[in-house]
């Protein structure tokens, strides 16, 4: 037997040949080109899926989370603050309605992003009555407000203060599971390219 039925003899057994065919070096290079391309085309269809930022920011807008707000107040007198997370709970008072919110750190769409470790709990209070029915435990929301100061709370058997933020009528959002999912699609795909020999 000669050395090359020898060698095609070794593959046809499952020894692997030290170098790949023509035909074999084309198609990975083909492999690794598409797989190239669907890590840069996927970011930018996903950014241009996403929903636009709610609220303008600017100057004025102050980054702190409301741990930061409540651990130093008078660090940010009157401060606009651009807030969001999971709804806790719905008062509603004489002739304004509060609600608790555990915060979250906000994407570029400004929805919370609730796989990060929450930033602090805050109250939102708007002016008339809100149907606490609307914003039910568990619900997403996102406010453009001012710091108005602090309260301290009972949670529990503790006492927490929590940053107190007026949010006038409509600098307010409720995300809806579908607003929540985009530009976070939930799906895989693979690209495969066969040699016929």
């Given at each position: 037997?000669?050395?090359?039925?020898?060698?095609?003899?070794?593959?046809?057994?499952?020894?692997?040949?030290?170098?790949?065919?023509?035909?074999?070096?084309?198609?990975?290079?083909?492999?690794?080109?598409?797989?190239?391309?669907?890590?840069?085309?996927?970011?930018?269809?996903?950014?241009?899926?996403?929903?636009?930022?709610?609220?303008?920011?600017?100057?004025?807008?102050?980054?702190?989370?409301?741990?930061?707000?409540?651990?130093?107040?008078?660090?940010?007198?009157?401060?606009?603050?651009?807030?969001?997370?999971?709804v806790i709970g719905v008062q509603n008072l004489a002739d304004h309605t509060r609600i608790?919110?555990?915060?979250?750190?906000?994407?570029?769409?400004?929805?919370?992003?609730?796989?990060?470790?929450?930033?602090?709990?805050?109250?939102?209070?708007?002016?008339?009555?809100?149907?606490?029915?609307?914003?039910?435990?568990?619900?997403?929301?996102?406010?453009?407000?001012?710091?108005?100061?602090?309260?301290?709370?009972?949670?529990?058997?503790?006492?927490?203060?929590?940053?107190?933020?007026?949010?006038?009528?409509?600098?307010?959002?409720?995300?809806?599971?579908?607003?929540?999912?985009?530009?976070?699609?939930?799906?895989s795909f693979g690209v495969g390219v066969g040699v016929i020999r």
């Amino acid at each position: 037997m000669n050395a090359t039925r020898r060698r095609a003899g070794m593959a046809d057994f499952g020894y692997a040949r030290e170098h790949p065919t023509a035909c074999e070096a084309f198609a990975m290079r083909i492999r690794n080109l598409a797989r190239l391309l669907a890590a840069v085309a996927l970011p930018v269809a996903i950014a241009a899926c996403a929903p636009a930022p709610l609220y303008k920011t600017g100057p004025e807008i102050v980054n702190a989370t409301p741990d930061q707000v409540a651990g130093s107040p008078n660090n940010f007198p009157q401060a606009q603050l651009i807030w969001g997370g999971e709804v806790i709970g719905v008062q509603n008072l004489a002739d304004h309605t509060r609600i608790e919110v555990l915060a979250y750190p906000l994407d570029s769409s400004q929805r919370p992003r609730l796989k990060e470790p929450a930033t602090g709990r805050f109250m939102a209070e708007m002016p008339g009555f809100l149907e606490p029915m609307n914003f039910p435990k568990g619900s997403l929301i996102t406010v453009r407000g001012q710091f108005t100061g602090t309260q301290a709370e009972a949670v529990g058997q503790a006492r927490y203060i929590y940053p107190m933020v007026f949010v006038r009528n409509g600098d307010f959002h409720r995300w809806t599971p579908e607003e929540m999912r985009q530009g976070h699609p939930n799906i895989s795909f693979g690209v495969g390219v066969g040699v016929i020999r």
